[in-house]
């Protein structure tokens, strides 16, 4: 496709694609499959695990949200049902611990008396909270790279979950021999051209988990693809459990109708 | 048929009514006892199908616009904001997402059940010739419709097929210039998408009204490609086509449950969930399944301007099928060489479909894709301008039964399933 869109006069692809193709020149950077695990929310009848969840949001609030933003999930997501489904309490309390920027006060400033601008505690009605001010500042402090916002990652990505699982987890492999990491990346085969700018986020016992569950990485990483997941498709439960009713309704309604058919049509052919 | 109606007004009240607008009369002489072959089979079941597509369209699509908001900083966030804030917005949304794709997937069904009885055939040119404008409107519609999110693949979607008219020699340039509304795809362009993606919907209503009443005038075609030669050829439309029409219908609609239920991003892009940014190309653009076909045309022609003219060219030709069919027979089911020519451009328009799904220089078992979309497309002109009237004059047709009633009541050994 690269070259078409080139011959269909869009330079600012041709430039594009020069970048990729010699980019991939010595050795064939092609991403790895993602690695084979399951999820709770997978199939027809799948659910969210709910410890997951809430466990997922652990993660993204202490590792994930340093640098990515999730800005289509607000506060009050985090007590609906089909999500975490903290209480209500639970959910004022997470919102309370994170300081957002305050509107300007009743004397028009934005910045207290040291300069430094104005924060307030978040409430249910607030989105969260992007960690940098703008691209720029965000491509500034991650060597010229831009974390993705997450709020929709797991849809936005070929692969879904498992991709999102492979990346988090995939910096332990060796280098192969002819392969050259670039300075200030790190080595992934999971992710396009395997030099990716994001450090490994997660370690055994990165999170302390409050309910006991012991925090491998591979438990940190399956919790917080499950709570992104939730975050891309928070109507997920309500969508499967509808489209069962709706299912045993038009089977229903299509024996109903077969019978009639059958019934009308019986001398006629 | 168009003929004398049959209508008796029941009471005063409808005598009343029907002697100053017949509208108690139309519906009574095209829905009740519209004369049909008795014969139809399943594949007669989508033109219903279509037009309750079109419905459900119509319908969520009024609804989504309530909530969308036409701007290119706000479209994608007010999608997304359609998910998750708006009651029940992620299965308005979803219906008419899926719903485009199981659109064309019954339009598609239904041109090629009009291929293969001859529908197309005298008297009935003028309805084919509609259903091919209804076609084309809707894939302009649709086009229009994918670029509302925002997303990246609704961007450089834009991009590549507005670019398409740079193509043109001269003005090419001062007409995209003219689409775009500015010097590049941006707001203005949104949001003329955007009322040209409401206006359209309801034109393909009309067409599909001057549709209908070019068919009620010859009556349906049937797959034996017989004419009707007697009242024992028929049945009334109601009760026989409307409950087999309901019938069918409801399966369709569990296919399309379960796409918009356990499936909502089967036929979506993973791209498009990531908001539109005019700096970064995908990889791979690649448009909706329903207009690979085309797409893999106009990427299989090295020169811009000539795969623009032979993706144009395919779509023309549609319009010529009745006059470049030369056979006396309509229906296949008698056209033993036909038959399999046929077959040969249902797999001819699939392998299309396939290669422009494939990134431009992928190849299969040593053969490069865009070698399989140029034998595809050739065998595509080809069938209509070669085969099509050459087949017609060479070909000798198996015997053809005497009537439909014949066929479907009398001798049952010889006569084809229902």
Not at chain 2, 232 to 256: E, G, M, R, S
Not at chain 2, 374 to 400: D, Q
């Amino acid at each position: 496709m690269r070259l078409t869109t080139v011959s269909l006069g869009t330079s600012l692809a041709l430039a594009f694609g020069l970048m990729a193709s010699t980019s991939a020149m010595a050795l064939d950077t092609a991403r790895l499959s993602p690695k084979d695990v399951s999820f709770s929310f997978e199939g027809p009848f799948g659910t969210y695990d709910r410890g997951a969840l809430q466990r997922g949001y652990q993660v993204y609030k202490e590792v994930c949200s340093a640098c990515h933003s999730a800005e289509h999930l607000a506060f009050h997501n985090l007590d609906e049902p089909g999500g975490p489904e903290f209480t209500e309490a639970q959910a004022r309390a997470l919102a309370a611990a994170v300081k957002i920027p305050a509107d300007p006060n009743d004397k028009g400033e934005t910045v207290d008396d040291k300069g430094a601008p104005m924060m307030r505690s978040a409430t249910l009605a607030d989105h969260f909270p992007s960690p940098f001010p703008n691209e720029q500042a965000a491509r500034a402090s991650n060597g010229g790279s831009l974390p993705p916002d997450l709020s929709m990652v797991l849809k936005a990505r070929e692969g879904g979950p498992r991709y999102v699982y492979s990346i988090v987890t995939g910096f332990d492999g060796h280098v192969p021999a002819g392969f050259k990491v670039t300075d200030g990346k790190y080595y992934n085969p999971y992710f396009e051209g395997w030099n990716i700018s994001m450090p490994p986020p997660l370690k055994d016992g990165t999170v302390t988990y409050s309910d006991g569950t012991k925090a491998t990485v591979d438990q940190e990483a399956h919790d917080v693809v499950t709570f992104l997941a939730w975050a891309s498709e928070p109507k997920m439960e309500e969508r499967k459990r509808f489209g069962f009713g709706v299912m045993v309704f038009l089977i229903l309604l299509a024996g109903v109708l077969y019978a009639a058919y059958r019934k009308v049509w019986k001398d006629a052919h | 048929m168009s003929g004398p109606s049959t209508y008796k007004p029941n009471s005063g009240f409808e005598r009343w009514i029907d002697t100053r607008l017949p509208l108690p009369r139309l519906l009574h002489d095209t829905i009740r006892t519209f004369p049909t072959p008795r014969n139809l089979n399943i594949w007669y079941t989508f033109g219903g199908i279509l037009t309750f597509c079109l419905g459900v369209q119509i319908v969520t699509g009024v609804v989504l616009a309530m909530h969308y908001v036409a701007n290119a900083g706000m479209a994608f966030d007010s999608v997304e904001s359609i998910m998750r804030d708006v009651n029940y917005g992620w299965l308005i949304r979803y219906m008419h997402s899926n719903g485009a794709s199981m659109f064309f997937l019954a339009v598609y069904i239904h041109m090629f059940r009009g291929l293969y009885y001859g529908s197309y055939k005298a008297p009935r040119e003028l309805i084919w010739i509609i259903g091919v404008l209804i076609y084309l409107l809707m894939m302009a519609t649709a086009f229009f419709g994918y670029v509302l999110p925002w997303g990246q693949m609704s961007f450089w979607g834009a991009t590549v097929i507005t670019s398409l008219f740079t193509a043109i020699p001269v003005v090419g340039h001062s007409i995209a210039t003219w689409l775009w509304g500015d010097f590049a795809i941006g707001d203005a362009t949104l949001n003329r998408f955007f009322s040209l993606h409401y206006l359209l919907p309801f034109i393909i209503a009309a067409v599909v009204g001057l549709h209908i009443w070019a068919l009620h005038v010859p009556g349906n075609n049937n797959p034996l490609g017989i004419d009707v030669k007697s009242p024992q050829d028929t049945v009334p439309f109601h009760p026989y086509y409307t409950v087999k029409d309901a019938f069918y219908l409801t399966l369709f609609v569990i296919l399309f449950a379960m796409f918009v239920f356990f499936a909502p991003d089967f036929f979506g892009n993973p791209d498009n969930y990531q908001p539109a940014n005019p700096l970064v190309t995908p990889p791979d653009i690649v448009p909706e399944w329903y207009l690979l076909p085309y797409y893999a045309m106009l990427r299989s022609i090295p020169n811009k301007l000539m795969g623009v003219i032979v993706m144009g060219g395919a779509l023309v030709t549609l319009v010529f099928i009745p006059w470049l069919d030369t056979s006396r027979v309509r229906s296949c089911r008698f056209r033993p060489l036909m038959k399999q020519f046929f077959w040969a451009f249902a797999v001819a328009c699939v392998l299309l479909g396939f290669c422009g799904s494939q990134s431009v220089d992928a190849a299969r078992f040593g053969i490069p894709l865009v070698w399989v979309a140029r034998v595809a497309s050739f065998y595509y002109y080809a069938f209509f301008w070669l085969i099509l009237p050459i087949v017609g004059l060479v070909e000798t047709p198996k015997k053809i039964p005497a009537s439909i009633a014949q066929s479907v009541l009398g001798d049952t050994a010889a006569a084809p399933a229902e």
